[in-house]
């Protein structure tokens, strides 16, 4: 593969500002807005926002029967409504900043899938210790909160960790997708994922009023950003550069957030989140990141 170009670099920076501060807009907008409700908007919102992009661009969405949809209803439902979801859920329990860090893990996960599922992608010990660390710190994040048993807090917990599970999953099948434009796989994710999303939320309950003008910009906010566009460069770099150089991206987007989080929201998180997100994050860093001499060669 060839080395990365300055639009990819671009892309991975874009991301990682957008990814990490979603989290924060996330918090604001599920103070007043249900969190099944909050992912249903969201993505008819990136579906909306993503018709308009495709239509400067001039592209057309494949033929119904193209086997592309498939792939993207998995993903829709896998990679978007699914997690978006649980993260949202977490949302209404924990701070940004540790909902982030959870989010992080999923590079770890990315690696160990691949290991399983993808030719050429075996773990060496380097990242198999990368794992292993990572696993460390997700018992360090986690441990503490489950010695009061089950509490909301630590349901919150796993459910914020399934969903980045859920994200290293959507990783490997997007790589094996057929090939679209960026734009249109956006769209074709987006659009299965709200339609999933929707469902889940008429069963969950009726359309919340009005809200607040903070939690509905917050919504639109996570809808246009981190859904829609960031989409588009998701798909960009997961057809470009493969799973682990976007996994650059999750690996900073939890330090961004944090710093959101504290700078924003006034979040304080305990001693052990820092502890878990460089534990977490120097596994992502052994797992993903190929040494020097191997990208040169």
Not at 50 to 75: S, T
Not at 221 to 226: D, R
Request: with cysteine.
């Amino acid at each position: 593969m060839t080395r990365p170009k300055p639009i990819d670099w671009l892309v991975l920076t874009a991301l990682v500002v957008t990814w990490g501060s979603a989290f924060a807009a996330l918090k604001i907008a599920v103070a007043h807005i249900p969190p099944f409700w909050n992912t249903a908007l969201r993505l008819w919102i990136a579906v909306a926002t993503l018709g308009v992009v495709l239509a400067i661009q001039r592209q057309a969405l494949p033929g119904w029967r193209d086997r592309a949809w498939r792939f993207y209803a998995f993903n829709g439902l896998v990679g978007m409504a699914a997690p978006f979801a649980l993260f949202a859920l977490a949302a209404e329990r924990l701070p940004s900043a540790i909902n982030a860090i959870c989010n992080g893990a999923s590079p770890i996960f990315t690696a160990l899938l691949a290991h399983l599922l993808v030719s050429g992608e075996q773990l060496n010990g380097r990242k198999a210790g990368g794992v292993g660390l990572g696993f460390i710190g997700l018992m360090v994040l986690v441990g503490p909160r489950l010695t009061s048993g089950m509490t909301l807090e630590a349901l919150a917990l796993i459910g914020a960790l399934t969903g980045a599970a859920l994200y290293a999953v959507s990783n490997i099948v997007t790589k094996r997708a057929p090939p679209v434009p960026s734009t249109v796989g956006a769209l074709m994710m987006c659009a299965w994922g709200a339609v999933f999303a929707t469902a889940a939320a008429l069963f969950s309950g009726p359309l919340p009023a009005w809200p607040p003008m903070t939690s509905a910009l917050a919504v639109l906010a996570q809808g246009v950003f981190p859904t829609a566009l960031a989409t588009i460069g998701y798909v960009y770099l997961i057809q470009r550069r493969g799973p682990l150089f976007l996994s650059m991206a999750i690996y900073m987007a939890p330090l961004w957030a944090t710093a959101v989080g504290v700078i924003f929201l006034a979040e304080r998180p305990s001693w052990t989140a820092f502890v878990a997100l460089a534990l977490i994050l120097g596994g992502v860093a052994l797992a993903t990141l190929e040494p020097r001499e191997k990208r040169a060669a």
